[in-house]
């Protein structure tokens, strides 16, 4: 992004800060040194004629004056450095700096006209006591000039009457000054600013490709799919008798006919087919191995099988006790009854010998109550 350069811009507007000020002062400060304390000789002087006066003064070319060659020298240099400013401006070809280069030529003029006015021009004449008459010039008066020089009243021809008038006429000379120093350094740098600076080359937009570049584009790339698909067929062509020449090596190795040129294809893919094994044997189921090994860990191992042989006669021998019992149910209920409490007897008195005997070798089974006898029959 080009960075704009705002230097005339800056100048012009400091500048005009300055010369605003002068010029306000130099209309105004006849009035307010008059409001301030009235001057029996009358108001300073008059702008808009001391303006004309220093005007013509200023083109007068008066040089027998040391004053004059001051201001015409200055001006000169300020005139010289507008006219190289202005070359700039038509070289480069900007004339919206024109208008920068026409308000420093009007400020430059018109602070000219201001210091000629102050330091050359003759504001006011007053008759002295002495039957002379006196040209008065203002700055003459700010260097007090007049304070030994008395009118045919017997007052001091003074042009500002008051301190401020004398302090503010000082301030007049003083910003234009400002103003000249402004007015010789803006052409200046602003003018070679223009002459070095590099022209600004617009980056161009890429134009919008037609419709009819797109349709080329696309024709472009299908031809080359097309050129590919033809390559990648010729290189499987190319390589045809070399894939040819291993399959009958494999062919040979593994002892499998092969084709003769006479014979249909169909016949002998039929042919091999009905030769390789492959083709015909059933797959193998799939074995768990790991189920195999349990399997064969419990035939070899004999406490697997005693495991199994203890539980198989513990089954059958509750079955056997089982259907003894019902048996005696089912004859005589009465006799079946009693049998089953005898029954019932001896396996508690074969839990409690178990028990103490649990008991005498355990010592912490001396705290347990003793188990509770079922009462069975008619024993109370």
């Known amino acids: 992004m080009r960075k704009n350069r705002k230097t005339d811009l800056v100048f012009t507007i400091i500048t005009g800060v300055f010369f605003v000020a002068m010029a306000v002062l130099f209309f105004m400060l006849p009035t307010i040194d008059n409001m301030v304390l009235e001057n029996p000789l009358g108001p300073a002087y008059a702008p808009l004629d001391l303006f004309v006066a220093g005007a013509k003064d200023l083109v007068s070319f008066n040089f027998a004056s040391k004053k004059y060659l ?8 300020v005139g010289l450095l507008l006219i190289f400013w202005l070359i700039a401006i038509i070289v480069k070809k900007k004339p919206i700096k024109l208008i920068y280069w026409g308000i420093f ?15 050359i021009s003759v504001c006011n004449v007053v008759k002295l006591n002495n039957g002379k ?11 007090n000039q007049y304070a030994d020089l008395r009118d045919v009243n017997g007052n001091t021809p003074f042009l500002f009457y008051t301190f ?16 000249a120093i402004f007015a010789v350094l803006a052409p200046f740098i602003v003018g070679l600013q223009l002459l070095i600076r590099k022209p600004y080359v617009a ?7 037609p419709v009819e570049d797109d349709k080329a584009e696309k024709e472009a790339l299908a031809k080359a799919q097309r050129e590919a698909q033809f390559i990648a067929y010729v290189e499987y062509k190319a390589g045809k008798p070399v894939r040819e020449k291993e399959y009958e090596e494999l062919c040979r190795a593994n002892g499998i006919a092969l084709p003769n040129e006479e014979e249909d294809d169909e016949e002998y893919y039929r042919y091999t087919a009905a030769q390789l094994r492959c083709l015909h044997e059933q797959p193998v189921e799939e074995v768990d191995e790991d189920e195999e090994y349990y399997e064969q860990l419990a035939k070899d ?3 697997f099988r005693l495991t199994k042989a203890s539980q198989d006669a513990k089954l059958e021998r509750y079955y056997r006790d089982t259907i003894e019992e019902l048996d005696l149910f089912s004859k ?3 006799k079946a009854k009693d049998d089953a409490a005898s029954n019932l007897k001896r396996k ?3 839990r409690r010998a178990y028990y103490e005997k649990l008991m005498e070798e355990l010592p912490c089974l001396h705290y347990q109550k003793d188990p509770v006898e079922p009462d069975v029959g008619g024993d109370k």
Do not use: H
């Not at 008459?133 to 260097?143: A, K, P, S, T």
């Not at 004398?166 to 400002?178: D, F, K, N, R, S």
């Not at 980056?203 to 490709?209: I, L, T, V």
């Open 332 to 334: 005589d209920p009465d």
């Open 301 to 303: 191992l004999a406490v």
């Open 203 to 209: 980056k161009e937009k890429p134009a919008a490709q």
């Open 164 to 179: 401020m008038g004398q302090i503010l006429g000082i301030a007049v000379l003083g910003v234009a000054g400002l103003v």
């Open 70 to 77: 001051l201001v015409f020298g200055v001006g000169s240099v």
């Open 133 to 143: 008459e006196l040209n008065q010039i203002i700055v003459m008066d700010l260097l």
């Open 348 to 350: 508690v008195a074969e």
């Open 105 to 119: 030529f009007i400020m430059a003029a018109a602070t000219g006209i201001i210091v000629t006015a102050y330091t």
